[in-house]
C-alpha cells in the first residue's frame, strides 16, 4: 500500500496527532508556507479539514509586522483577516502570542509584504479581545509611535490562563497600572519588563499579594531601590535577572534582604564607581543560591589602584557551599581578589570567567594548577579573554592547568574537569594556539583517555 493510500485509511483524530509533531520546536510559531500548519493545508482537501480541525495546531502565534508570508496561492490579501482566521481556528484554547516590532520605514525583502499602521492596530485589538485565552505572551512594540500598556492589554481585565508575559516597549505610567494587571493574572509565574522604576511603598500588602505569584523575573532597567522592593515582595521567586541603573534620586534602603532565590543575574547598564550587582550582593541573604551571573559595563579607565574593588568573597559565606556555577563578565578586581573571590565558593562546578583590561588570566591558570583546593570540583571552565584588554597566557601554563584539574583535589581519579573552552577575538591567534595544544601529547591524552573536551576559538581541539 502506497503511503498516500495509508494515510488516506488513518482516523482523522489520529492525523491530527500526527500533524502536532510536524510544528516548529518553539513557543511561537511564525505562519510560514514551508512549514506547519500551513504547509499541511495545501496538501489535499482532506489534509486542510484535519488541519483546520485541530486546534492545537493554531493556538501559537508569532505576528512580525514586518515580516508577513502567506501561501503563495493564498486569495487573501488582507492581514487582519488572515490572522483573525489564524486564532479563530484554535477555538478556545489558551494561547501562546508574540507580537513583534510594528511597521517601520524602509524596504522589507521581496518574499515579505509589511503590514500597515492601521492593519497593526486592528490585529493589536483582536489579539487584545482573546485575553481571556493569553498563556504565554510576549509583546514587542518598537516603531515610529509609542503605546501604552493600555492600548495592548485590557485595564481590570481577567486572565485567567495567563502563565508568563513578556512585555518590551510598552509604557507603564504607573505602578497601580502594572498592580491592576497582576490582579487579574491569578496563575502568572513568570513576568519580563524593559524597565521599573517605582517603589512599592505606598501600595502595602496589596502589592506583596500580588507579586508573591511570581517565581521568575526579569528586567532590562530597574532603579537600585526598587530591585530591592521586588526581592522583598516577590517572595517566591526562584529564578531573577536585574540590569541595574542608579537610584535618580536618594532612596530609604533597608540593611538587608532575603531571598529563596536559585538564579540570580546581576548587570550593570553602566559602569558605576559603587559596581551596582556587589552593593546588592552585599545587601542580600541567599541562603539557596545555586547560580550567580554578574556583568559589569566596560570602564577602560579603570584601574586597580584609583578604583579598587573588594569582590565578594567578605559575604559570600551565605552561598559558598551550594553555588553551583558562577560567571564573571568584566568584573573590576585584581587577580589577587578573583581569587580570593573563587576561593569563596568552592562548591562551584561550572565557571564563566571574562576578565576586565589589564588583567593576567595567565594568574588564574597558574593559581588553578598549583592549588587544587582552589575550586575543588570544577567540572566546566570557559575563559573569554579580549585581544586588545588581555595577553594570553603560554600554551604550557594552559596544559599544566588541563592536567592538574584532570584530577580531583583529593587526587583520585573521580571526575575532574571535564569541558574547557577558551574564546579569543583573534582567528589567527585561535589557529596558532589550538596548532600548539595539539602538538602537546599531554593534551591529546586529556582528550583520549579522560575524555575531555578542549575547545579553542570556535573549533574542538
Given at each position: 500500500m502506497s503511503a498516500s493510500g495509508l494515510t488516506l485509511r488513518l482516523p482523522p483524530e489520529l492525523m491530527s496527532e500526527i500533524f502536532?509533531?510536524?510544528?516548529?520546536d518553539t513557543d511561537f510559531v511564525a505562519p510560514d508556507p514551508a512549514t506547519a500548519p500551513l504547509i499541511l493545508c495545501g496538501i489535499c482537501q482532506r489534509w486542510t479539514d484535519i488541519s483546520l480541525a485541530t486546534p492545537k495546531l493554531w493556538s501559537s502565534l508569532h505576528l512580525n509586522f514586518n515580516r508577513f508570508r502567506k501561501a503563495p496561492d493564498s486569495s487573501e490579501t488582507d492581514a487582519v483577516e488572515f490572522f483573525s482566521r489564524w486564532i479563530r481556528n484554535a477555538r478556545n484554547l489558551p494561547l501562546s502570542i508574540e507580537l513583534c516590532p510594528p511597521p517601520r520605514e524602509g524596504p522589507t525583502p521581496a518574499d515579505n509584504t509589511p503590514i500597515c499602521k492601521e492593519d497593526a492596530r486592528e490585529v493589536v485589538s483582536m489579539v487584545r479581545e482573546r485575553a481571556a485565552q493569553w498563556r504565554n505572551v510576549h509583546f514587542e512594540w518598537s516603531g515610529n509611535y509609542p503605546i501604552i500598556v493600555h492600548d495592548i492589554i485590557p485595564a481590570e481585565g481577567r486572565f485567567p490562563r495567563l502563565q508568563k508575559l513578556d512585555i518590551k516597549g510598552v509604557r507603564f505610567w504607573k505602578l497601580s497600572h502594572l498592580c491592576e494587571l497582576l490582579g487579574g493574572m491569578d496563575v502568572l509565574h513568570e513576568l519580563h519588563l524593559d524597565d521599573f522604576h517605582f517603589r512599592f511603598n505606598a501600595l502595602g500588602l496589596l502589592t506583596v499579594h500580588q507579586w508573591a505569584k511570581l517565581t521568575t523575573f526579569s528586567c532590562k532597567s530597574i532603579q537600585f531601590s526598587p530591585c530591592i522592593d521586588v526581592l522583598q515582595f516577590a517572595l517566591n521567586l526562584v529564578n531573577c535577572t536585574f540590569h541595574l541603573e542608579a537610584d535618580i534620586e536618594e532612596a530609604d534602603i533597608p540593611d538587608s534582604v532575603s531571598s529563596n532565590l536559585s538564579v540570580l543575574s546581576l548587570r550593570e547598564n553602566r559602569a558605576n564607581d559603587r559596581a551596582l550587582p556587589l552593593a546588592l550582593l552585599r545587601l542580600s541573604t541567599l541562603p539557596s543560591l545555586k547560580r550567580l551571573l554578574l556583568h559589569f559595563e566596560e570602564d577602560l579607565v579603570w584601574s586597580p589602584q584609583a578604583h579598587p574593588v573588594p569582590g565578594f568573597s567578605p559575604f559570600a559565606a551565605q552561598f559558598s557551599h551550594q553555588l553551583s556555577e558562577l560567571s564573571l563578565h568584566l568584573m573590576r578586581v585584581t587577580e589577587e581578589t578573583l581569587v580570593e573571590c573563587l576561593a569563596s565558593v568552592p562548591s562551584v562546578v561550572k565557571l564563566t570567567l571574562h576578565p576586565p583590561p589589564i588583567f593576567q588570566i595567565g594568574e588564574i591558570f597558574r593559581?588553578?594548577?598549583?592549588?587544587?583546593?582552589?575550586?575543588?570540583?570544577?567540572?566546566?571552565?570557559?575563559?573569554?579573554?579580549?585581544?586588545?584588554?588581555?595577553?594570553l597566557p603560554p600554551v604550557w601554563d594552559i596544559v599544566d592547568m588541563l592536567c592538574a584539574r584532570a584530577r580531583r583535589a583529593d587526587g583520585s581519579t573521580g571526575i575532574g574537569l571535564r569541558s574547557f573552552r577558551l574564546s579569543y577575538l583573534s582567528d589567527s591567534d585561535y589557529i596558532i594556539m589550538r596548532e600548539q595544544i595539539k602538538e602537546d601529547s599531554r593534551?591529546?591524552?586529556?582528550?583520549?583517555?579522560?575524555?575531555?573536551?578542549?575547545?579553542?576559538g570556535a573549533l574542538d581541539l
Open positions: 502536532l509533531y510536524c510544528l516548529p593559581q588553578l594548577s598549583s592549588d587544587l583546593g582552589l575550586l575543588p570540583n570544577l567540572m566546566f571552565f570557559h575563559a573569554e579573554v579580549r585581544r586588545e584588554w588581555n595577553d593534551a591529546q591524552r586529556l582528550k583520549v583517555e579522560k575524555g575531555m573536551e578542549i575547545q579553542i
